[in-house]
C-alpha cells in the first residue's frame, strides 16, 4: 500500500469515529434565549418580573436536574395564557423536549402548543402536550413545595433543522405555573459535516485515539525490502 493509500485509510477510520462523537446538545440559557410572544402584555407574571420570570423558563442545567417550587424559580401567569418565542441562534435536529410542571393540580399547566421553525420561520413540525405529569411525578407525594420537581421528556422524530420554537401554555383553571422547559439535539450542520470541531466531544473517546493510534502506525510501517 502506498502512502497515498495509507492516508486515505486512515482519514476513512477517523471520519468513521467522529461520525459517532456527535453531541448531544442540552439547549438552555447557555446558549438559547426566550421572549415573550406577541400575544403577551409587557409584564404579565403574577409574582415576579418578566426578566426574572424568563429567565427561570431556560436555566435548568440539565434534563436530569430537580428544582422546587420556590418565589425565585417558578414561572407563574394567574388568569390567562402563556406565550413564549425560543430562539436557538442556529438550527438543531431536536431529540427531546423537556418540561418541567408545577406540582398539584389548582395551578398546574394543563397544555402546551409547540410549533417548530427553521431559520428561515418555515414550519418544520408541531406538538401538543396534552395534560403533562405534575413535577413530582417522580415522588412518592405527599406533594408540596418541598417536592423535588422533574422533567417529564417527549421525544421528538420529525424536529430536524429547527432554530425557532413557539410555545403557547395554558391551565384549565387560568393558572398556568411550571418551572422549566429544555430541549436536547445536535446542530444540523454536524448531520453532513460530522468532522467540524463543534461537532465532536471536547476529550477524545478511547476509540478515537486507538484509531489515530492505529492509523499512524499504518503510516509508519515500511516493508523490509523497501530499504535494501
Given amino acids: 500500500m502506498n502512502l497515498t493509500h495509507k492516508l486515505l485509510a486512515v482519514t476513512l477510520l477517523l471520519t468513521t469515529c467522529f461520525a459517532g462523537n456527535v453531541q448531544a ?4 440559557h447557555s446558549n438559547i434565549t426566550v421572549a415573550l410572544g ?16 424568563l429567565a427561570s423558563v431556560i436555566d ?28 436557538f441562534g442556529t438550527e438543531y435536529d431536536l431529540t427531546t423536549l423537556h418540561f418541567w410542571n408545577y406540582w398539584g393540580e389548582g395551578y ?18 408541531a406538538l401538543d402536550v396534552i395534560n403533562p405529569f405534575l413535577g413530582g411525578y417522580q415522588e412518592p407525594g405527599p406533594f408540596n413545595d418541598s417536592t423535588p420537581l422533574s422533567a417529564q421528556n417527549y421525544a421528538l422524530s420529525f424536529s430536524s433543522k429547527v432554530q425557532f420554537v413557539n410555545a403557547v401554555l395554558t391551565g384549565s383553571n387560568g393558572q398556568v405555573d411550571f418551572n422549566n422547559i429544555g430541549f436536547t439535539g445536535q446542530l444540523s450542520i454536524c448531520a453532513t ?36
Fill in 193 to 228: 459535516n460530522p468532522s467540524l470541531p463543534e461537532c465532536l466531544n471536547s476529550v477524545p473517546t478511547p476509540g478515537t485515539l486507538l484509531l489515530l493510534t492505529l492509523g499512524l502506525g499504518v503510516i509508519g510501517l515500511r516493508r523490509p525490502l523497501a530499504r535494501r
Fill in 25 to 28: 446538545i442540552y439547549l438552555n
Fill in 60 to 87: 435548568a442545567a440539565s434534563a436530569t436536574t430537580e428544582e422546587f417550587h420556590t418565589q425565585s424559580t417558578h414561572v407563574w401567569v394567574n388568569g390567562g395564557s402563556l406565550e413564549l418565542d425560543f430562539d
Fill in 38 to 53: 406577541s400575544s403577551m402584555a409587557a409584564e404579565p407574571f403574577a409574582n415576579r418580573s418578566t426578566a426574572d420570570s
Fill in 108 to 125: 398546574d399547566v394543563d397544555n402546551i402548543a409547540f410549533t417548530f421553525f427553521d431559520t428561515t420561520m418555515q414550519l418544520v413540525g
